[in-house]
């Protein structure tokens, strides 16, 4: 987790977290898929495989499998990747049953802190339905005060409606697997077809899914098992406590970021390092701020439902989109990045030196210049120039 759970907008930002819109994916893993076609896709810098995935609507495990590649799911630039699609694959916390059932719909207004996943579960349909009701793309994004259809069911069973009688645990095996070099539990999971969670569970390992080199875990195998979105994410960091729908949207991030899986740390700070040259921050700056706030995790998030390597709420996104003219995803390892550095460079351009900047991103830029730095932010702003040093 990050060193602090502030957004890239600072304290202010931290209220308005409580009504942020969720970038919401699909945390789904395929349980049963019949490819029906492929397409092929040459990878280019700052692709992952998890990037990949969401591009194309499939999942980190089917690319793995299709392009028989390594536990971490190692690409190179140049590299043609075959993207497996399929028209009839069973996708979700588990296999949905084909049943016919009557449809009816509903009309819901999007409301601050809404995702699709909270809203399939709320209606008792899936996150697919309302996608394809609604002609969202691959990234389910949603906005507040939009309208959506909401398909629903008289008859059959469907999405959250058969979860309590599909998702019992059907653990029958394990084996176990000492961590390389490299490893992310998301990775182990792809490569034994079981889930992050279900590792988790089996090895008593933190919301953080941490391991290290040399670690023997227990992996179960399974056909079945029960997909987490509570518990990853606590409500509460240094004496503050969160509003559970914040915590809520944070604990479904956690669960998508870490059922896709994520870069690994060196990938992220390469990323990192190469947007800032891009976008014309200083690198070193980036890399430093990156560093304090998750160290180079994308899977980290926060109480406050800040997302990824960088940080960034919701609502810190939505500005950051503006900033660079098209929506950007914060589950996106490529967007995150984008998002964080897009801050910095304003935050850069709007300050006459470096050390305000700083103090913007973690306190706000506003609250800095109406109150001084706090404390916190001074000890922040240290931290990060001390880093910088490091990363010159």
Do not use: C
Not at 325 to 349: C, E, F, H, K, Y
């Amino acid at each position: 987790m990050s060193s602090q759970p502030r957004s890239a907008l600072g304290t202010t930002a931290l209220r308005r977290a409580t009504g942020g819109v969720g970038l919401a994916l699909v945390a789904a893993t395929v349980v049963t898929a019949q490819p029906a076609q492929a397409k092929d896709h040459v990878v280019e810098p700052g692709d992952t495989v998890s990037h990949l995935a969401l591009r194309y609507g499939t999942t980190v495990k089917a690319i793995v499998a299709a392009n028989r590649l390594d536990s971490r799911a190692f690409i190179r630039v140049g590299q043609t990747l075959a993207i497996p699609t399929a028209s009839d694959a069973t996708t979700g916390t588990a296999s949905r049953t084909t049943s016919t059932p009557t449809a009816t719909t509903t009309r819901y207004t999007v409301v601050s802190g809404d995702t699709v996943s909270h809203i399939a579960a709320r209606y008792g349909t899936t996150v697919q339905a309302i996608v394809a009701a609604n002609g969202l793309d691959s990234r389910a994004f949603i906005r507040i005060g939009q309208t959506l259809t909401i398909p629903t069911s008289t008859g059959g069973t469907t999405g959250a409606a058969s979860a309590s009688a599909s998702t019992t645990s059907s653990a029958t095996s394990t084996t176990t697997y000492t961590v390389a070099s490299g490893d992310t539990v998301s990775h182990i999971a792809a490569r034994y077809g079981t889930t992050v969670q279900a590792i988790v569970a089996a090895n008593g390992l933190d919301s953080r899914a941490f391991i290290r080199i040399g670690q023997t875990l227990t992996i179960p195998t399974s056909t079945g098992g029960t997909t987490v979105t509570s518990g990853l994410v606590g409500s509460t960091f240094e004496g503050r406590t969160y509003p559970a729908a914040t915590v809520a949207s944070a604990n479904q991030n956690k669960a998508t970021l870490l059922a896709i899986g994520v870069p690994s740390r060196s990938e992220m700070r390469a990323l990192v390092e190469q947007t800032a040259r891009d976008m014309g921050v200083d690198p070193a700056l980036a890399l430093a701020v990156a560093y304090q706030e998750s160290g180079f995790n994308q899977a980290a998030v926060s109480p406050a439902n800040a997302i990824g390597v960088m940080q960034v709420i919701p609502s810190s996104g939505e500005w950051a989109s503006d900033l660079v003219g098209r929506d950007l995803n914060l589950l996106d390892p490529q967007d995150n990045v984008v998002a964080g550095v897009a801050i910095l460079r304003a935050l850069t351009s709007a300050t006459d030196d470096t050390s305000t900047a700083i103090a913007g991103y973690y306190q706000g830029l506003a609250s800095v210049r109406r109150n001084g730095m706090f404390a916190d932010t001074r000890r922040y702003v240290a931290s990060v120039r001390t880093l910088m040093s490091r990363f010159a």
